[in-house]
């Protein structure tokens, strides 16, 4: 009972009674694709037979293994699951944005919200087993905060410990392998390829799919975390832009401050005149006045 199942099949009836829930992430590491969360949740009574359908840590098994426990676990009537993918774009934005949101917390959202989805289902969740995210005590604490009724065990390398969560790690990787394989690019460019390896900052592959896609303005395609450090020193070789004053500014609603150029979000490009990057505050830039175009905020 995957998460696009959800809506069409009937609740089983072992969901009424107490159950254990397993949570592991895939694609934490990598500056390319989504990163996945999944979770497996089952009756515990079913829990010693989970512990003989040979799932482990998806990391240990070969891409095949896990795309054949994938499917086995998908149409075994005793197990449920769900994914929550988080697109590239997503996990920029919130780490980039002027109030930023760290990785760590983006990974707990993401971990409690799939607690919420079983939950609103309808599944009477009594245990969950998660692959820590930073302090496995803090964590805990901080699921046992939200979610009272729940009994929260979380430890370092808990898909090699709990069989639970072994189930949802192959969740998470074979969902995410899926995502970046069928990963329809946005970007329409002739020189646009997929041979950018295996997407993580070490591999030669991607290092050379990004020094070979990377755009003068735009940055990357979509499929790129802009907010990785691996994409860092490719920011020098790019255009510097700069947020010019809008009405609000001509108002002085602003300060008087000078409008933020994005090298002070962290990307930087050639060296500039200050007059030719920066607008004073005190009106809109001259391109703009010249040609009488303003900003509309209403069609």
Request: include cysteine; aromatic fraction near 10%; glycine fraction near 8%.
């Amino acid at each position: 009972m995957g998460s696009e199942d959800v809506p069409s099949k009937p609740l089983p009836k072992w969901a009424s009674k107490p159950c254990l829930m397993g949570i592991d992430e895939a694609g934490r590491g990598p500056v390319l694709g989504p990163m996945v969360y999944g979770c497996l949740y089952c009756p515990i009574s079913y829990q010693n037979t989970l512990s003989t359908l040979s799932f482990a840590d998806s990391k240990t098994l070969k891409e095949e293994k896990r795309e054949e426990l994938f499917e086995s676990l998908k149409i075994d009537e005793s197990i449920g699951w769900l994914a929550d993918v988080i697109d590239p774009r997503e996990l920029s934005a919130k780490m980039l944005r002027k109030i930023k949101v760290n990785l760590n917390e983006i990974s707990h959202n993401s971990a409690m919200g799939l607690v919420t989805a079983v939950l609103d289902l309808g599944v009477f969740l009594t245990e969950v087993y998660v692959d820590t995210v930073g302090d496995p005590e803090k964590y805990r604490i901080k699921l046992s905060e939200r979610f009272p009724g729940i009994k929260f065990v979380v430890a370092k390398k808990a898909d090699g410990l709990y069989p639970v969560v072994s189930g949802a790690s192959i969740v998470a990787k074979v969902t995410r392998d899926r995502a970046v394989r069928n990963w329809v690019l946005d970007e329409t460019a002739e020189n646009i390829n997929r041979k950018f390896g295996s997407g993580y900052p070490g591999d030669p592959e991607t290092k050379t799919w990004l020094k070979d896609h990377q755009h003068p303005v735009f940055g990357f395609p979509t499929l790129v975390r802009f907010s990785w450090g691996t994409c860092t020193p490719y920011f020098k070789d790019m255009v510097e832009v700069s947020w010019e004053a809008d009405k609000a500014d001509e108002d002085g609603d602003n300060n008087g401050k000078r409008q933020l150029k994005l090298s002070s979000m962290g990307f930087t490009g050639g060296k500039r005149k200050v007059e030719e990057i920066e607008s004073s505050g005190k009106g809109r830039c001259t391109f703009f006045q010249a040609r009488k175009l303003e900003l509309v905020s209403k069609f």
